[in-house]
């Protein structure tokens, strides 16, 4: 467990022969939130929905059983999970028996609820897909941008004359690994009860992130602290969808306390 420099992301890393619980490489949530100014108690309640595209073990007889699953992390647990160690962690399992899928659902809720310090839910199956985006799109905007090295808070504002209930939704959110650089593609929904929010501000912060470099959790979590700080909305909700990478997509939720969580669905980018 430790900092981003430690961790498996970016380095050639041996392919896992046998399941392998100490692949998992936790990294303290605290890290990311010091940099936005969050600190507990948490302004938000929140998950990491992971969905996992890729897994597969031995049955009792050595036959391989392949699956797919979903996985759930709080958003108070003390750590995430780096992807790269999860991604191997699963890969663990190929060659190893278990009595029973059961038995291997056991196994991933016990080794991540110990990884994240917190419960970790699994179920096998994937959400079902959405035709599309929820929310009503920002994206056809006709504005010009030419900022994109980090997100400008000041950019976001709102009118506090005119209160409305709306979900906005982008599908231009990318930002890039802070370890690699690789590129992370989502499509984020922004659900509030509040001012109006300017939608071309809006738009241009999320572009913003374009060049910037953070984990996935991190960002939806900026996201939630600035819109919160600058637009003071009564409830605040904001979703990421993650496009695939590495056979695991992440789709982290922040929100404001009492608000219910989306209804667990992929995008047809995942």
Sequence with gaps: MGDIDHSPLGREVAYP?????????PIPRRLGREAIGVAAPLPFIGHDRWNAYELSWLDAGGKPRV?????QVPADSPHLVESKSLKLYLNSFNASRFTDAEAVRARIEADLTEAAGAPVAMIFGLPPFEDAIDGESIDGLDIAIDAY??????LLV???????????ASALLKSNCPVTGQPDWADVTLRYRGPRIDRAGLLRY?????????????????IFVDVLARCAPQWLSVEARYTRRGGLDINPW???????????????RQ
Excluded at 17 to 25: I, K, V
Excluded at 149 to 154: G, S, V
Excluded at 158 to 168: C, K, M, P, R, S
Aim: glycine share 4%; with cysteine; aromatic share 6%.
């Design 149 to 154: 090295d980090a997100p400008d808070a000041a």
């Design 254 to 268: 922040r929100a404001s306390a009492g608000i219910a969580a989306p209804v667990a669905l992929r995008t047809l």
């Design 67 to 71: 699956a797919t699953a979903t996985l």
């Design 206 to 222: 999320l572009v913003g992130f374009r060049d910037h470099a953070e984990f996935h959790e991190q960002c939806v979590e900026r």
């Design 17 to 25: 022969r046998h399941y392998d619980a100490s692949l998992l490489y």
């Design 158 to 168: 709102a009118d506090a004359a005119e209160v409305v209930e709306e979900t906005l």
